[in-house]
């Protein structure tokens, strides 16, 4: 059986796909549709492909600002905001139950965790639904909860692995885990910095513009975090092999 079809695994696998086609979804409508104009169109195919690649995932707020693409950006985002939840719960719940066999760590702990990540699930909502020319205070807003509160979760679940290991993980994916969260805090910072410094929001820019190179690092840096992100979870796909969540009713009085 394929490892993302054991167990819980198949939560943070669908999270990392859908959340990857997003962007690249988004950025060939947006292409197709005649919003974004695709680079260097007479170099060969080859370097073509990557060079889609590296626009959707530089500038991906600005393929899914124009409609349809806006929209299709929008419900995947949503979706991906909702898969982060169930992962983040489900690895809740994981560490809980190791709680209960060998003592890991203090609940509150894991707890502070989960909300953090929930938090930085619902900056994603945020960022999914309200566009980067329409309303860009708040876009940005839902785009810094999203990276900091998810940035502080990667660190504190990295913690946490170290905590249970080597009963529940093994050092190399501690040591992994801890490297993704150093690189995304160590990105976070100048991101942030970068960002406050473009003095306008917009799609086309020039690079003779001043903040052209804080608009080319913020965004060099917010895809570091964001890839962070996406690697840290592919490792939480073994720790979900072997889980198994259940939904228990009960009805009380009658019917």
């Not at 690249?24 to 919003?35: K, N, Q, R």
């Not at 509150?108 to 960022?127: D, E, P, Q, R």
């Amino acid at each position: 059986m394929l490892c993302f079809l054991k167990g819980m695994a198949f939560v943070p696998f669908l999270l990392v796909t859908w959340s990857s086609a997003a962007f690249i979804i988004s950025y060939v409508v947006a292409v197709l549709s005649g919003h974004v104009n695709p680079f260097l169109p007479y170099i060969r195919a080859e370097l073509n492909f990557f060079l889609l690649i590296w626009t959707c995932l530089l500038f991906p707020s600005d393929t899914g600002t124009t409609p349809p693409e806006s929209g299709i950006f929008g419900f995947m985002i949503n979706f991906s905001a909702f898969l982060g939840a169930a992962t983040m719960y489900t690895r809740y719940k994981i560490v809980e139950k190791q709680n209960q066999t060998s003592y890991i760590s203090t609940p509150v702990f894991n707890l502070v965790s989960l909300v953090l990540g929930l938090v930085g699930c619902i900056g994603m909502g945020i960022v999914a639904n309200f566009q980067e020319l329409a309303v860009p205070v708040v876009h940005d807003g839902g785009a810094l909860l999203a990276f900091v509160c998810g940035v502080v979760y990667t660190l504190l679940q990295s913690i946490i692995s170290y905590k249970s290991c080597p009963q529940w993980n093994s050092l190399s994916t501690c040591h992994v885990r801890m490297a993704i969260s150093a690189v995304s805090c160590a990105a976070v910072i100048p991101m942030i910095a970068c960002a406050s410094l473009i003095s306008i929001t917009k799609l086309e820019w020039n690079p003779k513009e001043k903040d052209y190179v804080y608009h080319v690092v913020s965004a060099i840096c917010e895809w570091t975090v964001a890839f962070g992100f996406i690697f840290y979870f592919l490792t939480f796909i073994h720790d979900f092999q072997n889980v198994t969540l259940r939904i228990s009713t009960e009805i009380n009085g009658d019917v």
